[in-house]
């Protein structure tokens, strides 16, 4: 089936060791997301590529960086890892044209759960 | 205050009773509601996707939108173990950076046998 892809999905890393997520994708979406999600909490967006245009959200630590070397493929670089990093690291994807910015509907993928010792 | 209201739970049920999940918002240009199923430790999955005002259904899942108060719900049909897991809302706004979603925290909902 088509579909998102994390991994690995679990991931330890020490506390200032960069760590790398990935994420891939076979339904051929032109959006790729990023986002983190903490302990009964919402997702929270960290940024998305539309296309290969790089969007941040404003409130993005610069601890964290994203590369989409091409459609299929998105990557998400936590540079110096903190104990409050630890969380849900989720990827999703959507199709958007953009002629209608409205009908993205975002499908997720497993996600990456991150443990910083 | 924030933009997206839920209630988290958790909210215990027994197998085959009619549930209700509720949202409400504060930001008016919201115009696309969704709904989304998470299970522990699995991405969100969606359930439900509505467009303004009104009702749509899917199976045992109704989703109600109420734009002039600010107030969607999910309604769960002869509820199910297999529906325990966390609902979130989620809705959007066009805007010209791109439809970016707000999320509720979710409502964590068990079904009894």
């Known amino acids: 089936d088509a579909m998102v892809i994390q991994n690995p999905r679990y991931q330890v890393t020490q506390f200032g060791k960069p760590v790398t997520l990935s994420c891939s994708q076979t339904l051929n979406h032109n959006v790729m997301y990023w986002y983190q999600q903490k302990s009964s909490q919402a997702p929270k967006l960290l940024f998305h590529?539309?296309?290969?245009?790089?969007?941040n959200e404003a409130d993005t630590p610069d601890n964290f960086q994203s590369r989409r070397p091409n459609t299929s493929f998105c990557f998400l670089d936590i540079r110096s890892p903190g104990l409050g990093d630890a969380a849900m690291y989720l990827c999703?994807?959507?199709?958007?044209?953009?002629?209608?910015?409205?009908?993205?509907?975002?499908?997720f993928g497993p996600g990456t759960r991150l443990t910083v010792l | 205050q924030k933009e997206v209201e839920q209630d988290p739970g958790p909210l215990s049920v027994p197998e085959g009773a009619i549930v209700s999940l509720n949202c409400t918002y504060s930001n008016s240009a919201f115009q696309y509601f969704m709904w989304y199923r998470q299970y522990s430790r699995k991405g969100p999955e969606l359930l439900m996707y509505t467009y303004s005002s009104g009702n749509k259904e899917d199976g045992r899942f109704t989703a109600q939108v109420d734009k002039s108060s600010k107030y969607i719900s999910l309604f769960i049909r002869d509820s199910q173990p297999s529906d325990s897991a966390t609902y979130l809302c989620?809705?959007?706004?066009?805007?010209?950076?791109?439809?970016?979603?707000?999320f509720g925290t979710g409502t964590q909902l068990k079904v009894e046998l």
């Open positions: 989620a809705m959007s706004a066009l805007t010209g950076g791109g439809n970016k979603l707000t």
């Open positions: 590529y539309y296309d290969k245009d790089f969007n």
């Open positions: 999703a994807t959507s199709s958007r044209s953009r002629r209608d910015r409205a009908t993205d509907t975002q499908y």
